[in-house]
């Protein structure tokens, strides 16, 4: 399994608007070019399948979309910072500008929970949301997430 947060790629910023289907399509279009999935439809089909049982968006600008797929390789994780936000039907109606999409080996169940709910401390319990500017640049998020994402684990 890879490290999560130790790629630089791993941390995009998405300056569009988008509305969240399309959004959707764009991310996992990312993860399949950086070699996190080998094949886009399946991971579309995943997502959107995912996102038909209930919103990923937890509230307070943030969503986890994710999926279990079995062409992954353990536990992937990217983190997009959108600073326009968007509707992601979330749970408290505001729109979303930190999403964590996750792919996972279709038999890494626990380690994939175990993934969510250390995403869900990390945008609780630390200050790493409030690191972000939007004047950010890649490398800061990068670095200030690797560094709250150590402190979590």
Known sequence: MQRIFDDPRTILILKESFEKDKLLKKIIEYAFSIGMISDIDSAYDAIIKRENLGSTGIGDGVAIPHAKLPSVNGVNV????????????????????????????????????????????????????????????????????????????
Do not use: R
């Not at 408290?92 to 964590?100: A, E, P, R, T």
């Open 78 to 153: 990217i983190f997009f910072y959108l600073p326009d936000g968007v509707d992601f039907e979330s749970v408290d109606n505001n729109k979303v500008k930190y999403i964590f999409l996750i792919f996972s080996h279709e038999k890494d169940t626990t380690i994939h929970l175990k993934t969510l709910a250390s995403i869900a401390k990390l945008v609780k319990n630390t200050d790493f949301i409030k690191s972000i500017k939007d004047n950010s640049s890649t490398l800061e998020i990068h670095q200030n997430l690797k560094k709250f994402w150590s402190e979590i684990l």
